[in-house]
């Protein structure tokens, strides 16, 4: 098991990696509209749409996003 260190290691990394870019592609890749990745991610649509304009959201709907995707593959 990873440590507690390790694994804000890991978060850092996936927020600094995971883009608005690759936000939208990825919805777009998957037939997700704002709406349906709010509810598979548990992030608000604004949220979402705060991030894919490139705006600040908050780390943890950030790392919301970036995990959901990744679970999806």
Request: hydrophobic share 45%; aromatic share 8%; glycine share 6%.
């Amino acid at each position: 098991m990873a440590s507690s260190a390790m694994n804000l290691i890991l978060e850092r990394i996936a927020l600094f990696q995971f883009t608005p870019t690759h936000c939208a592609q990825a919805r777009g890749m998957l037939g997700w509209s704002v709406e349906q990745l709010s509810r598979e991610a548990g992030v608000s649509v604004d949220d979402i749409q705060r991030f894919e304009a490139q705006q600040e959201v908050a780390d943890s709907a950030r790392l919301a996003l970036t995990y959901r995707f990744e679970a999806q593959g």
